[in-house]
């Protein structure tokens, strides 16, 4: 377990609906990370937070957007889903200071759109 | 911008037997953090092994260590007595220096699916 939850674990839905994916960080890490995996794809980074604030921007399309608030757990909101938009979303975070800085991975949220 | 390539997409290994997965880089930057993950079936990523940049020693975790080669970008990950539960795909991944902390993402590579065959 590496202390990062996220909720829900499973997601059906269908085209043109808006989602909302929630990520909780290890107690102590600022950073927050979002990733998307396709099937049989690596992760594509999407968007970093640190401490409430964007950080860095992947390749994110403009109907996803995401938030982390003062509580430090993230928001990813996801728009006008298309049948592409299926895929693993991960939720990973970092601490601050920390030597090597690795991200500690969440179990992921399957979003499938029908 | 910097890139991580794995150029083996499949490897297999028999049980008990060693394994190297390779992974190569770029990068302009002289102080950096790798590491390689592992994705079983399950899908949950998980940390095998970490090296910074400027330390010349090769990590070693148990049966897992590193050849990490910084003039040459390369960073291969050795498993040693191959078990059935290494089985999975494994990420090799970069991100720079911590010094550097705002606004950093780590790049993945595209993966290496290891099958362990009894």
């Known amino acids: 377990d590496s202390g990062v939850t996220q909720t829900p674990k499973h997601l059906i839905t269908a085209t043109g609906q808006r989602v909302t994916l929630r990520c909780s960080p290890r107690s102590g890490d600022l950073s927050v990370y979002w990733y998307q995996q396709s099937l049989d794809q690596g992760l594509q980074f999407l968007i970093q937070y640190y401490n409430g604030e964007e950080r860095a921007k992947g390749n994110i399309l403009e109907r996803f957007s995401a938030q982390q608030f003062p509580d430090l757990h993230s928001e990813l909101n996801l728009s006008s889903l298309e049948l592409g938009d299926s895929a693993l979303y991960f939720c990973?975070?970092?601490?601050?200071?920390?030597?090597?800085?690795?991200?500690?991975f969440g179990p992921g949220t399957r979003l499938t759109v029908l | 911008a910097q890139t991580v390539t794995q150029s083996q997409p499949e490897m297999s290994v028999q049980e008990a037997e060693t394994v190297t997965l390779s992974c190569t880089y770029d990068t302009s930057e002289s102080d950096y953090y790798l590491f390689w993950y592992k994705q079983p079936p399950s899908r949950q990523m998980i940390l095998v092994i970490r090296?910074?940049?400027?330390?010349?020693q090769n990590a070693t975790e148990n049966r897992f260590s590193v050849n990490f080669q910084k003039a040459a970008k390369s960073f291969s990950l050795k498993i040693s007595d191959s078990q059935l539960g290494d089985a999975a795909m494994y990420f090799c991944a970069y991100r720079s220096s911590p010094l550097d902390n705002y606004g950093q993402n780590f790049v993945f590579g595209p993966g290496t699916r290891l099958s362990v065959l009894p």
């Open positions: 090296q910074e940049a400027y330390k010349q």
């Open positions: 990973a975070s970092s601490p601050f200071g920390s030597s090597y800085n690795e991200q500690f």
